[in-house]
């Protein structure tokens, strides 16, 4: 039972840095825009479409697996642009209700594209070889589910240097807080607003090209990572990617344990936690400073 | 507004019809079968090939004449794989005419429209849904199911488990969190035991399932617990993209070289496409109809052949042969009723027997399940192109698999 305890934990991290990665591109365009994009699951799955596609089944190495991750965050960054000039920016002088429809619409509209270009067929995608074994710790590990834990953690960090430590992070969070002081002190938002959404895009991609090999690829992958995904963002805090990391770690330890120690009820603490923390702290576990 | 004589009349005609509540039933035109099945989201990969084999079935009829010497013409509406969808779609379908419906994946959008059939005056053909209920506590008398169901597919299992590998006898499982999981599961807890017992003359354990969520991306503290436990063989209720993760996770922490055989409820042959080299050892798979087990039956080799000429591919899933056998059914009782008024139809298909892609099918008259073959093929790696090969196939007659018809009465057992 310690073994399966010890790989209960392990486990949770994982998939604690698998949410993770795909909430902190949800959390960013929230930060930015205001906006709860429903379309992020579809965009996370374009880019493990695009991956595959670049790699097929065996990706032939490691360096050629993050190629493809990387033109998968590139492809989706690009979307992202088009779709914030396209629909996004049009809609932001109205209610968010209706950006929210509209990136409902965006949703399905990435589902039946994805269905068109890359078919219904399911996938299954293996890591690299480097990757594709497993290590004796006193529980058996994948390299590849270390990986994603190492992914992670990188992404995070990055992205709370660059927010709170660079000169594009600050500008960033003036234009998100502020865009029209913002502007009147000189600062491009469109421009700014343009390329952090294009980044927060691009982070869907990435995720979906370095998680494509964690689990089967069909047209339902962006719903599966969405739910969590979302909840991590709620729980975290609107906006915040701290508390994203930190939620997503929570419901992935969660998630882990519940399979082990409630094995017919599989997910419920999950919403438990949910529902919790809406009632106990609802501006969630890192709220944005006023 | 002027309103020649001719329009008034038409009009007035139409108007009466409908104010007398008389479908608009064309005599003359084609016969339209209405498919309902699923073509959006990740269960159009079924739902597809289930709209294919009945298109190919009523071209071949057309071909030959048609129906009662109409044309037959397949009007398509996809479900979504949701009830409240296909409900309006039959009700659309049915207030334009239609009487005839065919197809759907989904047990809870069967179990919707076969609620609806009677008061809609309608017939409906299930080919693929497999829940226990709709031809037992929940059977209604215009529905009909043209293929196996869960207690059939899972106790022919059960079976071959008992007879091709008698020496594995402890069992783990994996299931999803749904009334399907738990169907085949007692299917399974009841029937392995029964034929280790008739066949073998030994008892076997079976340890609790684990349970997964549907949509599920991680299944590693399933493999861990599958793993820790000292099991031979492992039952899979999970398909679908579900089952392609369990068995890839399942692969990378090595559980697949530890236990000696799979054996799968029913992904057809998705499963071993998606995994290619990688696909198990001793992985079976259910299907609802497996070609290659029917090479001597020209309805088969014909449906087969019809399909690698309009696809390329050389492996059609069994949800063609279940589209295919709807319509096949629905031809046979309408030649044997001379009508095709939802009465006469239901009349007709009541314990018709019907040569199918699986040979003869009865859609036995109780609780107008159908009797016929099932189908598991074994799978596993190979060099070859595909990656991926078929080692073996198992077909046996469903008909004592079935258990008694008891229409109205849930299915025990004991």
């Known amino acids: 039972m310690t073994a399966q305890i010890a790989f209960a934990a392990a486990n949770g991290i994982v998939l604690g840095m698998a949410v993770f990665l795909v909430a902190a591109g949800l959390t960013l365009v929230f930060g930015i825009l205001k906006v709860f994009n429903f379309a992020h699951g579809s965009f996370f799955m374009i880019g ?8 097929g089944q065996d990706p032939s190495s490691l360096p050629y697996f993050l190629f493809a991750a990387f033109v998968a965050a590139l492809a989706v960054g690009a979307m992202g642009i088009a779709t914030d000039t ?31 270009v890359f078919g219904q067929d399911i996938y299954a995608v ?27 953690i990188i992404v995070f960090v990055l992205l709370e240097l660059g927010l709170n430590r660079l000169w594009f992070g600050k500008l960033v969070q003036t234009v998100a807080r502020d865009p029209w002081m913002a502007g009147v002190i000189g600062l ?48 975290g805090g609107l906006g915040s990617i701290r508390g994203a990391f930190v939620a997503a770690l929570i419901f992935g330890l969660f998630e882990s344990f519940n399979s082990l120690l409630l094995p017919s009820m599989p997910g419920t603490v999950s919403y438990m936690v949910l529902i919790a923390v809406i009632l106990l702290k609802p501006e969630g576990l890192f709220p944005e400073r006023t | 507004m002027k309103l020649s004589r001719r329009s008034f009349i038409a009009t007035s005609v139409g108007a009466l019809a409908v104010a007398r509540g008389f479908p608009a039933i064309a005599q003359s ?11 959006s989201g990740a ?16 071209r071949k009829l057309n071909e030959a004449g048609g129906i009662l010497g109409r044309q037959v013409e397949i009007v398509v509406r996809d ?26 994946l989904a047990s809870p959008v069967a179990l919707a429209i076969s609620g609806i059939a009677e008061e809609l005056d309608v017939v409906f053909l299930n080919a693929a849904s497999h829940g226990n209920n709709l031809t037992h506590e929940n059977f209604r008398k215009n529905y009909f199911r043209v293929t196996d169901y869960s207690a059939m597919r899972i106790s022919a299992a059960s079976r071959l488990m008992a007879e091709k590998y008698p020496h594995v006898t402890k069992w783990g499982a994996i299931i999803p969190d749904a009334e399907i999981g738990r169907s085949t599961m007692a299917t399974f807890q009841y029937g392995l035991p029964k034929y280790h017992k008739e066949l073998n003359n030994q008892e076997v354990s079976i340890n609790d399932p684990v349970v997964v969520k549907f949509g599920a991306t991680d299944f590693r503290n399933a493999v861990s617990t599958l793993m820790s436990s000292d099991v031979d063989g492992i039952f899979i209720g999970v398909g679908g993209g579900d089952e392609v993760g369990f068995l890839q996770q399942a692969g990378q922490l090595g559980l697949s ?32 109809w497996y070609f290659g087990a029917y090479q001597d039956n020209p309805v088969s080799k014909a449906l087969y052949d019809q399909y690698v000429a309009d696809t390329g591919d050389k492996f059609p899933d069994g949800f063609i042969g279940m589209g295919h056998t709807a319509i096949t059914a629905v031809a046979t009782a309408a030649a044997k009723a001379k009508d095709l008024s939802t009465k006469a139809l239901v009349g007709a298909l009541e314990g018709l027997t019907f040569e199918g892609v699986k040979g003869k099918v009865t859609l036995r008259a109780e609780d107008h399940q159908a009797l016929c073959d099932v189908n598991y093929v074994k799978l596993g790696p190979d060099d070859g192109e595909l990656g991926w090969k078929v080692s073996d196939f198992y077909k046996t007659d469903g008909t004592d698999l079935a258990g008694p018809a008891t229409p109205g009465v849930a299915i025990k057992f004991q």
């Open chain 2, 29 to 39: 035109g084609p016969i339209r079968i209405g498919c309902i099945t699923t073509l």
């Open chain 2, 257 to 288: 070289k530890k236990v000696k055989v799979y054996v799968s409820s029913g992904s057809d042959f998705q499963v071993a496409k998606a995994l290619g080299k990688r696909t198990p050892e001793n992985y079976w798979s259910g299907h609802h």
């Open chain 1, 126 to 152: 293996y890591p690299p070889a480097v990757l594709d074994q497993t290590m004796d710790v006193g529980i058996l590990l994948t390299y590849y589910s270390v990986f994603i834990v190492a992914c992670g």
């Open chain 1, 188 to 235: 491009r938002v469109q421009r700014l607003k343009l390329v952090s959404v294009g980044v927060s895009f691009a982070l869907a991609g990435l995720a979906g090209g370095l998680l494509v090999a964690n689990q089967s690829l069909s047209l339902s992958l962006g719903h599966s990572y969405l739910l969590l995904a979302f909840n991590s963002v709620i729980v």
């Open chain 1, 48 to 55: 493990a479409y695009i991956a595959h596609a670049i790699t």
């Open chain 2, 43 to 58: 269960a159009s990969i079924l739902g597809k090939p289930q709209h294919m084999g009945m298109e190919i079935a009523a």
């Open chain 2, 79 to 104: 479900d979504q794989s949701k009830p409240d969808i296909a409900v309006a779609a039959v009700r659309e379908l049915a207030g334009d005419g239609v009487n005839i419906f065919a197809g759907v």
């Open chain 1, 86 to 116: 396209l629909v996004l920016r049009r809609l932001s002088s109205v209610a968010n209700d209706y950006t929210l429809i509209a990136t409902f619409a965006i949703l399905l509209l990435c589902d039946g594209a994805t269905k068109m």
